[in-house]
């Protein structure tokens, strides 16, 4: 079985500063991948970053990368030069095969993290 | 990028009536589909996995005669809030997944915008 726990349940950051959410992911599965979504108020899930298990480079997508640290079992998203449209909640999730998964392989979604950008 | 579409976006019924939320894939064919309820500040539930043609999946603790899922085609998939009551009130989110090659391939899971859901 798969766990993420995101311990912030809420984050507060300053216009323009770095954050980086946390999360830790337990797990017997040798492949796995990890993502990060946003939700903002309205609801939409927006895919943000994904990182397989194997890869051996952290994972880069304008704003956001991700710390990976495999031994750690943690795989924080870190996010520069916050804005406020960054205000919003924040899961990690994860899916156990990664990239090489079968199409029913569901994804575990951590509780959660709140982030508020302050101008 | 790969769309999914939900309808309707919002609801709002009666107590004792049936609703009926459609999960569509705009611009690719889903080999699965997911369906999630969320609750207020709290994280996405899995409720069941369906595969087109084939009966859904469900998660323990859903209960399948009330929460029907249909899966027609490979764009998609309605789920029927059956008899709903006010504990049904919820936000309601589906996915759409797709192997897509790309010198490999990658389970890439699409999301709909949600239906909230209101019962009276």
């Known amino acids: 079985a798969q766990k993420i726990t995101q311990t912030q349940p809420g984050m507060f950051v300053q216009e323009k500063e770095a954050v980086t959410l946390d999360c830790t992911y337990d797990?017997?599965?040798?492949?796995?991948?990890l993502f990060w979504y946003k939700q903002p108020s309205s609801g939409e899930m927006i895919f943000l970053i994904y990182q397989g298990s194997y890869d051996q480079q952290n994972a880069t997508e304008g704003r956001y990368s991700l710390n990976f640290q495999k031994a750690r079992k943690s795989a924080n998203l870190v996010i520069s030069a916050s804005q406020l449209g960054d205000s919003a909640m924040y899961f990690c999730?994860?899916?156990?095969?990664?990239?090489?998964?079968?199409?029913?392989?569901?994804?575990?979604f951590g509780k959660g993290t709140l982030l508020t950008v302050n101008p | 990028g790969a769309v999914v579409s939900q309808h309707p976006s919002r609801v709002i019924c009666k107590s004792g009536t049936s609703v009926k939320i459609e999960c569509r894939s705009l611009d690719f064919q889903a080999t699965t589909m997911f369906w999630y309820r969320q609750f207020p500040k709290q994280s996405l539930m899995l409720m069941a996995t369906?595969?087109?043609?084939?009966?859904?999946?469900?998660e323990q603790g859903v209960e399948k005669d009330k929460f029907l899922i249909n899966h027609a085609s490979l764009t998609l998939s309605t789920l029927t809030v059956t008899s709903a009551h006010p504990e049904d009130s919820s936000f309601y989110i589906c996915s759409a997944r797709t192997l897509r090659g790309s010198g490999g391939y990658y389970n890439e899971q699409f999301f709909g915008p949600g239906t909230r859901l209101t019962v009276l």
């Open positions: 999730a994860m899916i156990p095969g990664g990239i090489s998964g079968g199409s029913n392989y569901k994804l575990t």
């Open positions: 797990t017997s599965d040798p492949s796995y991948g």
């Open positions: 369906s595969n087109e043609g084939s009966k859904a999946t469900y």
